[in-house]
């Protein structure tokens, strides 16, 4: 059952979703993806991610924050905000900016920030996710090793204090964040940083645009 306000309206997300230059994102796949292929696989992850979010109903926008200008341009086709990355200043002060800009548009929505790299993801996996958080003030998702944050969500007037990163899981326990420890979201949790993280998202079943992406890697060039 989704989570509901007062008044028995059901809760609606604004999701914002950080995104690296293309060229400069994911250099732990190098080894099994070249120079010449790994920016159209990171785009083919962030437009899988995104449609999923989009097609997930606890939520009403998406947000991307991103200087790319070809992400940018794929992204919003699909129906995404893109939000420059103006302060500049790495991943957490990009999720910073985002949800201060999506809480000007809508202050009385809850706001999760998200991965640009979870290939696999499902939308009703998403939701059971989003309607676990909305039980806490702030809340997080652990990644599949168990060590990162690929989900962080915070009610309408709190918040989100993104601490993503290497060793993230305890960043944002240590912040008061709860973890959420849910069955069957494997999809939210596999994140792609490694080779391995891409087989496992593979096995999952991944989306049409990281299919296509990942079938290129057999042929391309290393």
Do not use: Y
Not at 41 to 65: P, Y
Not at 74 to 81: D, K, Y
Not at 178 to 193: I, P, T
């Amino acid at each position: 059952m989704s989570a509901t306000r007062e008044g028995g309206e059901p809760v609606r997300w604004s999701v914002v979703v950080p995104l690296k230059p293309l060229t400069r994102a994911k250099s732990r796949l190098a080894d099994t993806a070249g120079d010449g292929v790994r920016p159209g696989l990171v785009l083919a992850f962030a437009e899988d991610t995104v449609a999923a979010v989009l097609a997930c109903a606890a939520v009403a926008d998406v947000a991307v924050v991103t200087d790319d200008p070809l992400a940018g341009r794929e992204l919003s086709a699909l129906g995404a905000r893109i939000v420059p990355d103006t302060p500049a200043g790495g991943l957490n002060a990009a999720l910073a900016h985002g949800a201060s800009v999506v809480r000007r548009l809508r202050p009385a929505a809850p706001v999760a920030a998200l991965n640009a790299d979870l290939p696999a993801l499902r939308p009703a996996e998403l939701a059971h996710v989003l309607d676990a958080a909305a039980g806490f003030p702030r809340a997080f998702l652990a990644d599949a090793a168990g060590l990162g944050t690929t989900l962080l969500a915070a009610r309408p007037g709190r918040d989100l204090r993104p601490a993503f990163g290497t060793g993230s899981r305890l960043r944002h326990r240590a912040t008061g964040a709860a973890e959420l420890v849910l069955a069957d979201v494997d999809s939210v949790r596999q994140d792609v940083d490694t080779g391995d993280d891409l087989r496992a998202a593979l096995a999952l079943g991944v989306g049409p645009r990281t299919t296509a992406a990942s079938a290129r890697l057999l042929t391309a060039e290393p």
